[in-house]
């Protein structure tokens, strides 16, 4: 037994002498536990980013918006005619190559092309800015009228109401005839009767979610009522905001559309993709190339809205996170 035993405290010995010259080879004794370093922590728009780069769909409609935007913004640079030449040999042409008219030209001998472009700068300003215009005043009117309630609600909500009861050309006209005619009339009676629809929404999803868990957490902690709209409420409630806006972008455009059909709208020699669509009309069975280009420009930045819409509405929702 004896000599069992010292065998073994001799082979453990041997066992744990290398071990022990590690150790004081390497500063003498072990390292304690590291405590684990804190890393910071990624913003809200990083992180959506991020997320929205994942989605193939949504990345290429926001390149190909971005594309669209360049082409209309510089296009009319680099093309032979100008938004109003005519030219007076090729009325109502077909596409060709021959005489520089790629797309065909109009029937008062206008190249298509050009004027498609300068419609999509029109088409595209007017829909980016009243949609954000719309956006901005019906997201924080909707949800301040959610968040207070009670009295102030039902005054907000009130108003909401008598600018729904004004009928639309009526504030037009109106703002025509104090201000004048002017594109940025457009924007501005656009914008003014679309966040109706925003504010609505907005307010109904403050309703449901202003009594939530992370509300009264927020209320505990000694949150500013600010704090709470712009840093809970409001992000929570982007996904069917994001499902709007890209509903309200081409509903935009087919308001300018009308308007500029009224005689209320763009006027010549400018133009937009509504106004180049309401002539193709006219001129369909003659020429068809008049209504399938400017409704072709027009259908594919409809799609690629759509498609950002659903990437952006999964990206910034925290409830998919």
Not at 98 to 124: E, I, K
Not at 154 to 159: I, Y
Not at 200 to 210: C, D
Request: proline residues 5%.
């Amino acid at each position: 037994m004896t000599s069992s035993h010292g065998a073994h405290d001799t082979h453990a010995a041997s066992g744990s002498a290398p071990a022990d010259d590690n150790h004081l080879q390497g500063g003498g004794g072990p390292n304690p536990p590291q405590a684990p370093v804190a890393q910071p922590g990624e913003s809200l728009a990083r992180e959506a980013w991020r997320r929205l780069r994942h989605n193939r769909a949504a990345m290429a409609s926001l390149i190909l918006l971005v594309a669209m935007a360049i082409i209309c913004i510089a296009g009319p640079w680099l093309l032979p005619w100008d938004l109003a030449e005519v030219d007076w040999e090729n009325f109502g042409t077909g596409p060709t190559l021959a005489n520089q008219h790629w797309l065909g030209t109009d029937a008062n001998g206008r190249d298509l092309l050009t004027r498609t472009l300068y419609g999509g700068r029109v088409s595209l300003s007017v829909a980016l800015v009243a949609t954000l215009v719309s956006l901005v005043i019906g997201v924080l009117y909707g949800a301040i009228s959610g968040y207070v309630g009670g009295r102030t609600d039902n005054l907000m909500m009130r108003f909401v109401d008598i600018m729904y009861s004004l009928p639309f050309m009526f504030l037009v006209i109106l703002l025509m005839v104090v201000f004048g005619r002017n594109i940025f009339l457009i924007y501005a009676a656009i914008g003014a009767v679309e966040w109706l629809d925003m504010a609505r929404i907005v307010r109904g999803q403050t309703l449901s979610l202003k009594r939530r868990e992370f509300i009264e957490a927020a209320h505990a902690l000694g949150v500013r009522d600010s704090k709470i709209i712009t840093r809970h409420l409001i992000p929570n409630s982007i996904g069917p905001v994001i499902i709007y806006v890209t509903l309200t972008v081409p509903k935009v455009i087919l308001l300018e559309s009308f308007l500029s059909f009224l005689g209320l709208g763009v006027q010549e020699p400018l133009t937009s993709w509504g106004v180049l669509i309401s002539e193709g009309t006219s001129n369909m069975q003659g020429a068809p190339w008049m209504l399938i280009v400017p409704a072709a420009f027009l259908a594919v930045t409809l799609f690629c809205l759509n498609f950002l819409g659903d990437g952006l509405r999964d990206a910034l929702d925290p409830r998919t996170r």
